[in-house]
């Protein structure tokens, strides 16, 4: 196998981690979804900070097995197959929150609106900063 160096996938995964978990919290207490895995819904019936702590513990001791045994070949696999699964989980949530109406695609006069402002507001920070160089 190629060789793969797991640390940025598993960095990765934590951070999709902590974001599913606060997404899935967010969705449950708005009633927008449910959590889909039996065992950490009823975690969340019991205390969602048991249910945070559990899986960011689960998750967490995973990818430190999965670094401490990087270099073996079924170690990269499930590190780049929890890797793609956490992409369809982020995935999930970003199409909810479309769905949901919570996320919206700005018009392209919105979006060019926007970008002008922006455009100003930097050209007026860089200016800013500029001016402060020579007094």
């Not at 060789?3 to 997404?23: E, K, Q, R, S, T």
């Not at 249910?51 to 430190?64: D, E, G, Q, R, W």
Request: with cysteine; net charge neutral; charged share 15%.
């Amino acid at each position: 196998m190629r060789a793969v160096d797991v640390a940025p996938f598993l960095g990765y995964i934590f951070i999709a981690n902590i974001l599913d978990a606060g997404l899935s919290l967010q969705w449950i207490k708005m009633n927008v979804a449910e959590e889909a895995n039996p065992l950490m819904a009823h975690l969340i019936d019991i205390d969602s900070r048991l249910f945070l702590a559990v899986k960011i513990s689960l998750i967490t001791l995973s990818c430190i097995i999965l670094w401490r045994f990087g270099s073996h070949g079924a170690a990269k696999v499930f590190t780049i197959l929890a890797a793609i699964l956490y992409t369809a989980i982020l995935g999930i949530h970003l199409i909810g929150a479309f769905d949901a109406g919570i996320l919206a695609i700005p018009s392209q006069t919105e979006l060019k609106e926007r970008l002008l402002e922006l455009w100003n507001i930097s050209r007026q920070w860089i200016s800013l900063q500029i001016a402060r160089c020579y007094t």
